[in-house]
């Protein structure tokens, strides 16, 4: 037999699912309990009773039954017309045996008794164990039990969870009074937090005034490093098991087919057991010839249970009634609304959570059925579906991970010589950041969301801002502040994407640097002309504008809206750019730089550009430069860059550059200098690195103003004397070719600074050298053996230097 708490195994669930179980549930539960008491009480009857039939033989027949005595007596008292003619019974034994009585009794039990009521405490226990079944198999089914299972776990963490407490306290709070801001807070963390961790449902209700009186003061609500790590796992479980059941509906199905199968065995129970509750009757007439053995063929039986089966199945038949009635408004509980969709628009509009997203499928279902337990339970899982929830735990994290000090030590002063500070892979921007006000440049990298508040108009010093692989989220106090203090914006995208509106209300920007995949589309549709929409031509006080992405030609609305722009450079990455007509609008562009382009010429709108100082067509396809000629007439031209392409020669007309300041023709193809390049007597750069030189001319000397004269990676056997005529030259690269001597006259370049060597095929070096009073040993690039071959004292002197 079943022991009691096997019984209560099968009558329900784990305790732990009583929260996923409406009334119905419940009343199932005590009504499925009450059955099986009757199905053991009348079982226990019915196995304790000896003698469930007690028979007598029956002396007297007549019409075919067993008349007994006071039939008799009412038969003598008829008229004799009307009464049949009774034969006596054939007497073998006038007292029968014991062992007749008990076999007498047996036989009328199997023949006569009706199954019903040998088998009615059966038939209720199956009953019974059937109706336990349907109300716990979905619990244990092993679709959905792991699904329960997870979400009952990760509810009771949810309940029980401090950050809770104090987001539903929050609102709480923020509904009855009016709390100051904070300096140090978030732009998307209220205010009026609380961690009373221990609030009753009652205080914790939304909407319900009953509450303001257990909230703690907002300046109490401290969430501890333990706690807000706890909180950071709930909302990663959830996220994974909303993701997980949001996809079918199996609880759903299960739940509803074990309500149509309960409904359909309420039917048939109502249908058969009060036909047949008529055949329990106290008296039974049994038929039986076995004059052989007792001699009479009639017996006249008494049912001793049947007074009490007829009352406890009675009974049972209400509670199948009662049971029926709850299934059959469970089902049409399930039938009457779409119980596969969850909304939470009524809590959206009492909370400061909007972003709560409504749910479907078995996650639907499983709220639904725990708002019929209590319907705070949903109101607080919802707290960890809030994007808003979770990035205000992220930010409580944040600044406990990131301290002032920790802050303190991340400043650097930069190649600029500004303060920076560089934040790398962070969940968001901590608030102590806002309390370093020395902060010049300010960069995140790798933060996938941030966003600034008010309290960035406390870094005073702020001018520049460095977004890599971030997207960044503005308040309007924050643009306000942007827009009067932001000088420099670089920006890279982390996929490709349109630019953010946001950029173009930097009024006072005076450098945009915009790197990544950009979407073609965005830069056109930017146009003042086509939208009204802020754009670049909002950006009046730009000068320096950086693309880096794959454009096919150079966006319109850049030519058209910035017509004052001084300083344009794109790097195309390879990609072709074929329309560049209309760069002619930007007369003003004082640098051009068109960087891996893939261009095959110099393009001849260029040479409209005639107050352009500084060209770099570096990494392009560039193998000839014969339009260098129509350079002469961009009179300000003072940088040229040419540099990692694929020039074979230098034209002649390279010498029209009179005003030419700066040349660079490194990692090209050039095999000689022509000698018109030394007219360009303005030159103070000169780089020929990386190209198949095999000499220097000796018209070099009449660049008296160069300063810094490249040729390594080269095959320059000698070095002409007039190449130590540039006496102002400071920086000198000869390294890796193929000098076999260095010429004494090294000593007369008193300004040299850099000396590299490096490379060659030299056995010692002149002792002149020691007359170039600014090189230092450090600067002098070369084998180390060759540095020993100078006589010690310059050697001990330039170590001291």
């Not at 040998?118 to 979905?138: D, E, G, M």
């Not at 909002?538 to 017509?563: A, E, G």
């Not at 004494?744 to 060659?760: F, K, S």
């Amino acid at each position: 037999m079943l022991s009691l708490s096997e019984l209560k195994y099968i009558a329900d669930s784990q305790s732990s699912c009583h929260i996923l179980k409406p009334w119905w549930d419940v009343f199932w539960y005590y009504l499925t309990l009450i059955m099986l008491l009757v199905a053991v009480l009348s079982g226990a009857l019915q196995l304790a009773d000896t003698k469930i039939l007690c028979c007598l033989p029956c002396k007297v027949e007549l019409n075919d039954r067993c008349v007994v005595p006071l039939d008799m007596f009412k038969l003598n008292s008829t008229p004799s017309n009307s009464v049949s003619q009774v034969t006596p019974p054939i007497r073998i034994q006038n007292d029968l045996h014991k062992q007749q009585y008990a076999y007498i009794d047996a036989v009328c039990y199997e023949k006569q008794l009706h199954w019903f009521a040998k088998f009615f405490p059966y038939l209720v226990l199956l009953h019974t164990l059937i109706f336990a079944a349907c109300s716990n198999f979905w619990l244990h089914y092993p679709s959905t039990s792991s699904r329960i299972e997870h979400f009952v776990s990760i509810l009771h963490k949810c309940f029980d969870s401090p950050w809770t407490t104090r987001a539903l306290s929050e609102t709480v709070a923020e509904q009855s009074v009016s709390v100051p801001l904070r300096k140090s807070r978030v732009l998307f963390s209220p205010s009026g937090l609380s961690t009373n961790t221990s609030a009753s449902k009652q205080s914790l209700h939304i909407g319900q005034s009953n509450m303001e009186t257990g909230l703690e003061s907002p300046t109490s609500s401290v969430l501890d490093k333990k706690e807000g790590e706890q909180a950071k796992a709930i909302f990663e479980k959830v996220k994974r098991f909303r993701l997980h059941v949001e996809q079918k509906d199996v609880i759903y199905r299960v739940y509803m087919k074990q309500i149509i199968i309960k409904v359909i065995l309420f039917l048939i129970i109502i249908a058969y057991v009060p036909y047949f509750l008529t055949y329990i009757t106290l008296e039974i007439d049994c038929p039986i010839d076995m004059q052989a053995f007792t001699g009479y063929k009639r017996y006249h039986c008494v049912y001793a249970l049947a007074e009490i089966f007829q009352v406890l199945a009675s009974f049972y038949v209400i509670m199948v009634l009662f049971y029926g009635l709850t299934s059959s408004y469970s089902l049409w509980w399930m039938l009457r609304s779409s119980l596969k969709e969850y909304s939470f628009e009524a809590l959206r509009e009492k909370s400061n959570y909007s972003d709560i997203p409504d749910v479907k499928n078995d996650f639907a279902f499983i709220l639904h059925l725990a708002d019929q337990y209590d319907p705070l339970y949903s109101k607080r899982f919802s707290i960890f579906l809030s994007e808003v929830s979770e990035n205000k735990l992220k930010q409580i994290n944040l600044n406990n991970e990131w301290t002032m000090e920790k802050l303190k030590n991340k400043l650097v002063k930069n190649c600029q010589d500004k303060v920076e500070l560089h934040l790398f892979m962070l969940s968001g921007l901590p608030d102590n950041v806002f309390e370093l006000t020395e902060i010049e440049v300010l960069t995140l990298e790798l933060i996938p969301e941030v966003k600034l508040p008010p309290a960035i108009s406390t870094l005073i010093n702020l001018r520049e801002l460095n977004l890599y692989h971030s997207s960044l989220l503005v308040d309007r106090p924050a643009l306000n502040f942007l827009e009067d203090n932001l000088k420099i914006l670089r920006l890279k995208f982390t996929e490709r994407g349109k630019i953010p509106r946001w950029i173009f209300h930097l009024k006072n920007l005076k450098e945009l640097y915009l790197s990544g995949y950009i979407i073609s589309d965005t830069l056109s549709t930017l146009s003042a002309v086509q939208s009204p929409a802020p754009g670049f031509q909002d950006l009046r006080n730009l000068r320096t504008l950086y693309l880096k992405s794959t454009l096919s030609r150079i966006p319109q609305v850049i030519t058209d809206t910035l017509p004052a722009l001084q300083k344009l450079s794109l790097d195309n990455e390879g990609n072709k750019l074929v329309v560049l007509n209309n760069l002619k609008k930007m007369v003003n562009l004082k640098s051009l730089e068109l960087i891996n382009c893939d261009l095959e010429r110099i393009p001849h709108s260029i040479f409209s550009l005639i107050h352009l100082h500084e060209l770099n067509l570096k990494e392009n396809n560039l193998k000839t430069i014969e339009e260098i000629i129509s350079f002469q007439h961009l009179q300000n031209l003072s940088s040229l860059k040419l540099w990692h392409n694929h020039i074979a020669y230098i034209p002649a007309q390279i010498g029209a550059l009179s005003n030419l300041e700066q040349l660079y023709l490194d990692h090209n193809k050039i095999e000689n200098m022509p000698l018109q390049l030394f007219l360009c007597t303005k030159l103070t750069h000169l780089d020929l690195s990386y190209n198949n030189l095999t000499f220097i001319p000796e018209e070099i000397q009449f660049l008296t103003n160069l300063l810094y004269f490249a040729v390594t990676s080269n095959y320059i056997e000698t070095l002409p004397n007039g190449l130590f005529q540039c006496k102002k030259l400071q920086t000198l690269l000869l390294g890796r070719n193929s000098l076999m001597t260095l010429p004494p006259l090294i000593g007369e370049l008193t300004n040299l600074i850099q000396l590299e060597l490096v490379g060659n095929h030299l056995e010692v070096l002149p002792p002149e050298l020691e007359a170039c009073p600014s090189l230092k040993r450090s600067c002098v690039l070369v084998e180390e053996n060759l540095l020993n071959t100078l006589s010690p004292p310059p050697t001990e002197r330039w170590h001291s230097g």
